[in-house]
Nanobody
């Protein structure tokens, strides 16, 4: 079992930046594909970004491409999401997820059905 704990969420003004983090409880984290998903109020959960165990390749949703950057530090069993040029529509509960299979294609990476472990989420609110 892997526990994922997100942190770093908060309130930020539109145009601002925020970095959220996810810490994993197992050393085998370094073998996992990691991803961020988000769920806005009244909407379904959606894919944001994913990263292979080695740090690349990475995949992004079109809505965040060029503004968000996913990265990881395997030594710290952590994955990060740096969010720049934030918009009110980025307001959501952001979830960290882990895929233990080590398989990584775009179609798989963006699909929440393939992720084995999920965190509880961290709230990000962007004010206009």
């Amino acid at each position: 079992q892997v526990q994922l704990v997100e942190s770093g969420g908060g309130l930020v003004q539109a145009g601002g930046s925020l970095t959220i983090s996810c810490a994993a409880s197992r050393r085998s984290f370094s073998q996992y594909v990691m991803a961020w998903f988000r769920q806005a109020p009244g909407k379904e959960r959606e894919f944001v970004a994913a990263i292979y165990w080695s740090g690349g390749p990475t995949y992004y949703a079109d809505s965040v491409k060029g503004r968000f950057t996913i990265s990881r530090d395997n030594a710290k069993s952590s994955v990060y999401l740096q969010m720049n040029s934030l918009k009110p529509e980025d307001t959501a509960l952001y979830y960290c997820a882990a895929d233990a299979s080590a398989l990584f294609t775009r179609s798989r990476g963006i699909s929440e059905q393939y992720y084995d472990y999920w965190g509880q989420g961290t709230h990000v609110t962007v004010s206009s």
